[in-house]
């Protein structure tokens, strides 16, 4: 993946310091070697959602580049989830981004910090394709031993009957530096 760098003399590609996309989303880097823009382009299902409890989901959408990592911002831009069978429709799940991936008998994403240490949870207004924007500035600072992986994470009390492929779309921006 090319990096556009436009800043400073050296304008053109650059094949450094970038990430990897998850197989169900596109990404376009713009910066230079130490400062990112990663827009990711949100498609595919979320894992399945048992209905009837409180459960956290998420799916993998970027893994960092090996090294010291300062996330500045991260950005929702229209993320919508949109339900597949008609069950969690009028659910507000809280949204966030986290380095680990949610699981368990979670309501809301804050009882565990790495499942929203980039982005802290949104509470969308709806599992029907409601789009949501939301960011915030952020100072995580991923050692290079650390996790470099950015999830997506839904927790909530779901319906019922749950959902086995609610759908993600819309934009996830992240600003971020390498630090070596």
Not at 122 to 127: G, H, L, W
Not at 156 to 161: C, F, K, L, P, V
Request: aromatic share 8%.
């Amino acid at each position: 993946m090319a990096v556009r760098y436009p800043f400073g003399p050296d304008k053109g590609l650059l094949e450094t310091n970038v990430g990897a996309v998850d197989s169900y989303s596109a990404a376009e880097e713009d910066g230079g070697a130490a400062f990112h823009r990663t827009t990711l382009a949100l498609t595919g299902a979320l894992g399945a959602i048992a209905g009837g409890a409180a459960l956290g989901v998420g799916r993998l959408l970027y893994t960092f580049p090996a090294g010291a990592i300062r996330v500045v911002s991260a950005y929702f831009n229209g993320v919508a989830i949109t339900q597949s069978e008609a069950n969690i429709t009028a659910d507000t799940p809280d949204v966030g981004l986290g380095t680990v991936i949610a699981s368990g008998d979670v309501e809301i994403l804050s009882g565990t910090g790495t499942f929203e240490s980039i982005l802290t949870g949104q509470t969308f207004a709806d599992c029907d394709g409601t789009a949501t924007l939301a960011g915030a500035a952020s100072s995580l600072v991923i050692d290079a031993a650390d996790a470099h992986t950015v999830y997506l994470n839904v927790a909530a009390t779901w319906a019922a009957s749950g959902d086995a492929a609610a759908t993600i779309s819309g934009e996830v921006i992240l600003t971020w530096e390498f630090l070596g």
